[in-house]
């Protein structure tokens, strides 16, 4: 059986916001907040160490066929 | 990656398994020069694009080391490679590995040029290539104690590296640019982490570490198994404020729906505060798991280009095509163009197809095919080898015109697309004879993938296209 570590991966696309979209996120984010403090909830504690974090970009020959030939 | 820098506010760390230069370990001598400035653009780009190091790939030795040694001169970040040495003096020609603080850890990079056996260097060279099992334990030794997190930019094979995962516990990740198209996410193989982009600027891997002391990817459930008792929690939490709000507060102790609320958080709540203390312990000990979170993005050709790369990639492919059209000038005067009569070749061009099968070159004109070549020039890469091929009618299975590439310029109008023959095979002795023996009348999916590659072609599906593309039964 697969270990169970840690780690999620997702393969996305990139996403193309234009305003509407943005002010529902904004939207959603507020009534979200809204009830978290009504119910009362203090933001989780974090077992992540700030100081220890880092963001790998890796590729496999990135320029490639970026640009195809015609 | 500008939006990845900017969004993530992480100290960065960028690495290439290389394959950079070539992308086949074949080299055509003629084209040295369209190579040189093909070369000098990636490498100015990988420098805008703030690349730290580059593994040296199999292929990047496609025209021989001191054209590698001369072009990556001009590199801002480091080549790397453990196992291409000296022959003399077994000293490796590029740095073996790098060591970079990143933030507040320091990161060991080693680079590994694909090994599939002894390769033949010119002897002036002095060069030779090492398998992975002589030079790593070395290294690895080496930089385990200078660094906190060491990683394996591998150029070598999934199983290689596979096998390099289970003799060396203390590399904890390994970018491998292994000969596969596609993505593989991370996986754990005993201690290091197994991860690829495809190949060839289709994706773009990023990953978030949060990297500790224990230089251990974490395998148990500790944080995943909090983080999902704190959403419970939280559920929990809302249920019983929206009941709290709903009810009179005098009517709540005998509401059992919401007592069994009361009794389920409480239960909740001293599960979090013994994994928190779990996990607390584990920090104080040094012995937290290290986490990530890996993200591949798809280089869609609707992504806006970079202004600085995009100008250097289009002053590349005006170079190419330029140093190709000065080569096509000067081939035009040269015995090759004399040999290069169309009467001589074993294709006869689509015209002469047309006088037999006008209803078939009709519908053939109206194809992509037809324009291939059109296109080719809009583009201006006509004179791009890198391109022409596949947009003109000079092969078909092992008949080619020619082995060298640079006669294709100087091809007759006739041929200047992708036509009948290159599905049907040479038709000079069918027109001739018209034997229908002569000529083959379905293609097969060897000839289209010769082109069409997962690389250039994604959407490529026989079934359909060559069903899109077949010629209409005569009337």
């Given at each position: 059986m697969a270990p169970d570590f840690k780690g999620t991966q997702k393969q996305i696309t990139p996403l193309i916001h234009d305003k509407g979209s943005l002010l529902m996120k904004h939207l959603f984010m507020l009534i979200v907040m809204t009830g978290l403090l009504a119910a009362g909830i203090v933001a989780a504690d974090t077992t992540?160490?700030?100081?220890q974090n880092l963001l790998l970009i890796y590729s496999n020959d990135v320029v490639g066929e970026t640009e195809p030939c015609g | 990656m500008e939006k990845l820098r900017e969004s993530q506010e992480l100290p960065i760390l960028a690495l290439d398994g290389g394959?950079?230069?070539?992308?086949?370990?074949k080299f055509s001598p003629g084209l040295l020069l369209q190579a040189k400035i093909t070369a000098a653009g990636i490498i100015d780009s990988y420098n805008l694009m703030g690349y730290d190091a580059v593994a040296v790939g199999r292929n990047d030795l496609a025209a021989g080391i001191s054209f590698l040694q001369e072009q990556a001169g001009r590199a801002k970040f480091t080549w790397l490679s453990a196992n291409l040495v000296h022959n003399s003096n077994k000293k490796t020609l590029f740095s073996a590995s790098l060591i970079r603080k990143v933030g507040n850890i320091s990161v060991g990079v080693i680079g590994l040029t694909g090994y599939d056996g002894p390769i033949r260097f010119a002897?002036?060279?002095d060069v030779v290539l090492l398998p992975w099992q002589e030079v790593l334990p070395d290294l690895v030794a080496d930089l385990t104690g200078r660094c906190d997190l060491l990683i394996l930019l591998s150029n070598v094979g999934s199983n290689q590296n596979n096998e390099i995962a289970e003799t060396f516990p203390d590399i904890h990740l390994i970018i491998q640019s292994a000969p596969r198209a596609g993505n593989i996410a991370p996986h754990l193989n005993n201690k290091s982490l197994i991860t690829q982009t495809g190949k060839q600027g289709k994706y773009l891997g990023w990953m978030t570490i949060n990297w500790q002391k224990s230089k251990t990817w974490g395998r148990d459930g500790t944080t995943k198994e909090l983080a999902t008792k704190k959403q419970e929690l939280d559920g929990l939490n809302g249920r019983i404020s929206r009941i709290e709000r709903r009810e009179k507060k005098e009517d709540l102790p005998a509401n059992t729906g919401y007592q069994n609320l009361l009794t389920a958080r409480e239960s909740l709540l001293s599960e979090i505060i013994f994994l928190e203390n779990e996990l607390q312990s584990l920090k104080d000990s040094g012995q937290t798991p290290a986490t990530f979170e890996n993200h591949f993005i798809t280089l869609d050709v609707n992504l806006p280009d970079q202004p600085e790369v995009k100008k250097i990639v289009e002053a590349t492919k005006k170079g190419v095509n330029t140093a190709g059209r000065n080569q096509a000038d000067e081939s035009a005067t040269s015995p090759a163009a004399t040999e290069l009569q169309l009467e001589d070749l074993p294709f006869t061009g689509w015209m002469t197809c047309g006088l037999c099968h006008a209803q078939q070159t009709a519908f053939w004109r109206n194809t992509g095919h037809a324009s291939a070549y059109r296109t080719l020039a809009e583009e201006e890469q006509q004179f791009n080898l890198d391109c022409l091929p596949c947009h003109v009618t000079a092969e078909y299975k092992d008949i080619k015109i020619s082995s060298n590439d640079a006669v294709l310029f100087l091809l007759p109008a006739q041929l200047q697309q992708v036509g009948c023959e290159v599905c049907h095979g040479p038709g000079k002795k069918h027109a001739a004879s018209?034997?229908?023996?002569?000529?083959?009348?379905k293609s097969d999916i060897s000839i289209c993938i010769r082109c069409h590659t997962s690389e250039r072609d994604?959407?490529?599906?026989y079934d359909n296209d060559s069903a899109r593309i077949a010629c209409p039964a005569s009337e």
């Open positions: 992540v160490d700030p100081e | 394959n950079l230069l070539f992308k086949q370990q002897e002036s060279e018209q034997d229908p023996e002569a000529i083959s009348r994604d959407n490529f599906n």
